[in-house]
């Protein structure tokens, strides 16, 4: 993609729908909490995502490889870009509001540009994105600060979140050192690989044909699956491909404040001011390792 490429209006609008799809995707986990178990949302929305994506890739003539080693591939980032993740931050959000999972886990980009300066060519720290980290981490403290002091117990949960942030980073970071294949077959394979390991676990440990579960939980924990999962992987590779992934990355601004207002609006989460403030801090830490070190 050139450097020079002006978006389009429809560029903007397929980024606003990507951000609106993985910023409620939050509120979505926090409703389907009601009925399903961790484990089962982990299970369902791979599974959903999995038979949505493998039919997209058929229906455009792509096939799913052979080769071992793609399946090996495929295994490491459903591991590290789904399973753990998905589990994390379900688990986390039993005791964590949705507004403050989405704040926690806009700390993603930052946490990815500390292991790119030790893993990727080319993607050394310098000052800006050093200061950067320090704001971020700064937010984090302010929003994890409740319980550090013993005003709240919910710390491990947020300490899950927080790991499931580093936990995109690492799958960030094994993207672009893996081999590489078609973005939508290798989206699809992911899944697929990901059904095979969580979906018998889901089955043995929580019995579903023997549970109740809520419409709204369910068709909260269909949508998990179908929006953000499925057409939001499909979204973002034609997003990066048309407008390329600098200009994806002004989801890392949006995201955390979709995800904190929806939970406030829709669910009727409490604002806090230092909540606000966190996130301010985070926004402005993620805008500042942007900036260019003249040569």
Do not use: C
């Not at 002091?149 to 949960?157: D, E, F, V």
């Amino acid at each position: 993609m050139a450097q020079n490429y002006t978006p389009t209006l429809k560029n903007w609008l397929s980024l606003l729908l990507l951000i609106l799809l993985w910023g409620t995707s939050f509120m979505f986990t926090a409703v389907s909490l009601e009925s399903f178990s961790p484990v089962a949302i982990v299970s369902l929305r791979v599974l959903v995502a999995a038979i949505i994506l493998t039919l997209f890739m058929y229906a455009k003539g792509w096939r799913l490889p052979l080769d071992p080693l793609a399946w090996a591939v495929f295994l490491l980032l459903g591991i590290m870009g789904n399973l753990l993740p998905f589990f994390l931050i379900s688990t986390g959000q039993k005791d964590i509001s949705s507004g403050i999972t989405g704040l926690l886990m806009a700390f993603m980009p930052l946490a990815t540009m500390i292991l790119a300066h030790y893993f990727v060519l080319g993607e050394s720290l310098n000052r800006f994105k050093v200061f950067g980290f320090m704001l971020g981490i700064t937010g984090v403290v302010i929003v994890l600060w409740p319980s550090l002091i013993g005003a709240h117990s919910n710390l491990l949960s947020g300490l899950l979140i927080l790991l499931a942030t580093f936990s995109y980073a690492i799958n960030a970071i094994l993207v672009r050192r893996l081999p590489s294949y078609n973005p939508v077959v290798t989206a699809a394979g992911v899944m697929i690989i990901s059904s095979i390991v969580i979906v018998p676990l889901w089955l043995w440990q929580d019995l579903p044909w023997q549970q109740s579960y809520s419409l709204k939980a369910t068709l909260s924990m269909l949508w998990l699956g179908v929006g953000p999962t499925a057409f939001g992987t499909i979204l973002l590779f034609a997003v990066i491909a048309i407008a390329g992934p600098t200009f994806l990355s002004y989801i890392n601004y949006m995201i955390p404040i979709v995800a904190y207002f929806t939970g406030v609006l829709l669910l009727g989460e409490a604002i806090e001011w230092q909540s606000l403030a966190a996130m301010l801090l985070i926004i402005l830490g993620i805008a500042l390792t942007r900036k260019r070190v003249a040569d």
